[in-house]
């Protein structure tokens, strides 16, 4: 019998409180061997503080509630911990010592893998046996070795329908309106997210025209170029635009363009600063839409596939911890695309803390400012819902009726 | 048997096709007495300029298309007819003769009443009998007369849901992150939408903590003084935001605050203004999500009372003018809210033309930062879907578990 403890670190994803509630429910069915269920708040910083939770007893109805519940239930925390900082990890061993817990769950991305990771320092500082397990979670789908982190699916939903609305609205609009929309979409080094965006684009004229990615360095003048031909070809031009694109000097763009002609600091991330750029050299009306929070918490557009694999995630974490595996992270392996197919494996966590993994090549077309085949069917079983829409396509995309 | 004409105007709902639809479906039902069913593309201009689709023939499968379509499926446009522009009123006037038409369906807000009312200066040149109907649709929710536009209440949810799940978020970060979250809401002179941020909050720790409504003259030191007391107390702060609140002086923040210290222009709306000042002042991270079109063209999202009202002015607009009505709009009374009950009546256009409804007073509490109960009351049923969340309660708000 041993005690175990949970806890939520960095930013939420739409699904993050899945993962908690399938692993707590996986615990409880193991009441022979596991005793006392424990969840920290707001993270490390929770087992650092001492502030800790009993959910032993949690009950079914409850935990009903907390897959329906947007967030992190517990908190999460947005902490580094220190190589060499003994001090903390000796707060954390008492915590740890205090409630006789023997397995820590962690469930971040990349940061949180480095802190499941440096967790093993415990043993070493104070030869205190300790299992530690990771679970994926990150809506910038940037883990390695995974083929999706729970979260993205969702928030990559969010981005396709949200393009395809707000792209139809401009077509709409755009004869005596606005001519050019900018969609600012989360993922500051890869561009997973802002690629969900032309999920269901399958000719030059669907949206988004242009999607830039933080993969491809952004050229000022082609951009101009491109955004001109769209707008002169179809009446408008849709653009996606990761926050994190970097100038040719390997700068974001956000940073960079917020100096105005006189030199002077501009608020705002980098989907304004392009709309300001467009208005004042080509005089488009142009209107940027900034999700923001709103695209990583949206639990009320989760899709099945991300809900799925979140309560998989958990439930593995705790079958590894009884198998007596230790300092590894359960990741998605797809075995078939249609139907979606998918086997869970263990990975060391030591191979996935701080690794970033990007678009690959081969996911962007040579032109720089499109996806390509490979990337949009990789993409489609994770934004699909067989119930989104009352007339959707094979990839869920919804069907709107086209006059002509 | 007479031949009519259908039109799109002003910024688009996620309902306005279903008004659409439910427009064609009547009139096709009347083929005893309606002949010929026109569409013009971009509201008046394709009028203007001959630009006319024949839509008598659309199937039911086509009609429920419709339905499922974002934006406006025939074009829309922003133009306002001038009072003696002869020359125009002739270039209708003469799509008109060379179609036969003698109805007009118009479907936008308060400047295309203002269209459809202007409309009858063509009999006034040219002694041509036509009947003009209007048909109300605009997420502001600012037509007078009638309880509500239709539109209005998808538009309302999202931006509900959206308060809902980014302060859930907000909640479970603000330890080491961001502290305060700001959502720029559409309705530049009425504080209808932004309200609807608050149709589920019942106590001060409820989201949002502060409504800025454009009926209410912005503070800027009131409003730092609020932000650091929620901040203070709970941790984080969440802030709606109209695009159009004022100054002291009548100038819309947004433009008056879009100079920095040094008297430099910046870019952005007025929650980008807002992020600033709150970060230059109080040093408190802050993050500003921008909906945009976002909250306009959210189909997928559309409520179940919305999409049946949006309908049901399309119907009885057919009904009016086969019952020999004209330059009316049809309107929604509310009769009961639980449940809700509703009749349709005809308003003469002249009285709806160019007049805003703003909030009323008591819909806004003394403290100028929170709705009434009343206000609640009176958004509540227009947010409801009874299948949006597992669990949800009376109101439709979903149910979110709650660490003690």
């Known amino acids: 019998m041993f005690n175990i403890i949970y806890a939520q670190s960095g930013g939420m994803t739409p699904v993050i409180n899945n993962s908690a509630a399938s692993l707590i429910r996986t615990a409880q069915k193991h009441s022979d061997r596991i005793n006392k269920i424990y969840a920290a708040k707001n993270g490390i910083i929770g087992l650092i503080e001492n502030r800790i939770v ?4 949690l009950s079914e109805k409850e935990l009903s509630l907390i897959e329906n519940t947007s967030g992190g239930i517990f908190g999460t925390c947005r902490y580094k911990l220190k190589e060499d900082d003994y001090e ?14 023997k397995c820590i769950f962690y469930n971040g991305g990349n940061d949180s893998a480095d802190t499941s990771n440096k967790l093993c320092k415990i043993k070493e500082y104070f030869d205190y046996d300790l299992i530690c397990i990771g679970i994926p979670k990150t809506i910038d789908n940037d ?13 990559a939903k969010y981005i396709a329908i949200s393009m395809l609305e707000s792209s139809t609205d401009l077509k709409s609009m755009c004869l005596t309106s606005t001519k ?13 997210l802002t690629a969900a965006s032309s999920v269901w684009k399958k000719k030059e004229s669907d949206s988004p025209h242009i999607c830039l990615l933080p993969e491809i360095e952004f ?5 101009l170029e491109l955004v001109k031909y769209f707008k002169e070809k179809y009446g408008y031009c849709t653009i996606a635009v990761s926050e994190g694109i970097k100038d040719g000097s390997g700068d974001f763009v956000a940073n960079s363009k917020n100096v105005d002609s006189f030199g002077h600091k501009q608020l705002g991330g980098v989907g304004i600063q392009l709309s300001n750029l467009i208005t004042t050299t080509l005089q488009y009306k142009c209107h940027c839409m900034v999700p923001d929070y709103l695209q990583r918490s ?22 590894y911890a009884l198998d007596g595996k230790n300092n590894v992270m359960p990741m998605i392996v797809r075995k078939n695309s249609t139907p ?20 690959p090549d081969n996911y962007i077309k040579e032109n720089g400012y499109e996806i390509t085949k490979e ?30």
């Open 88 to 101: 903390t990890y000796e707060k954390i061993y008492n915590t740890l010592k205090k409630y006789d817990i």
């Open 143 to 155: 883990l390695p070795f995974t083929d999706v982190c729970p979260g993205f699916p969702s928030s």
């Open 219 to 223: 050229n000022e003048n082609k951009f």
């Open 340 to 359: 979606f197919e998918y086997e869970i494996v263990d990975v060391e966590l030591s191979k996935i803390a701080n690794v970033e993994k990007k678009l």
């Open 375 to 404: 990337c949009r069917d990789y993409l489609k079983p994770y934004v699909f819902d067989a119930n989104f829409s009352l007339y959707q396509d094979e990839d869920g995309k919804p069907i709107y009726f086209e006059l002509d």
């Open 180 to 192: 050019v929309t900018i969609i600012e979409i989360m993922g500051r080094h890869a561009g997973w």
């Open 298 to 319: 949206c639990t009320h557009i989760a899709t099945p596939i991300d809900i799925e694999l979140a309560k998989a995630v958990g439930r593995n974490a705790v079958e």
């Open 54 to 57: 009993d959910i032993t007893k």
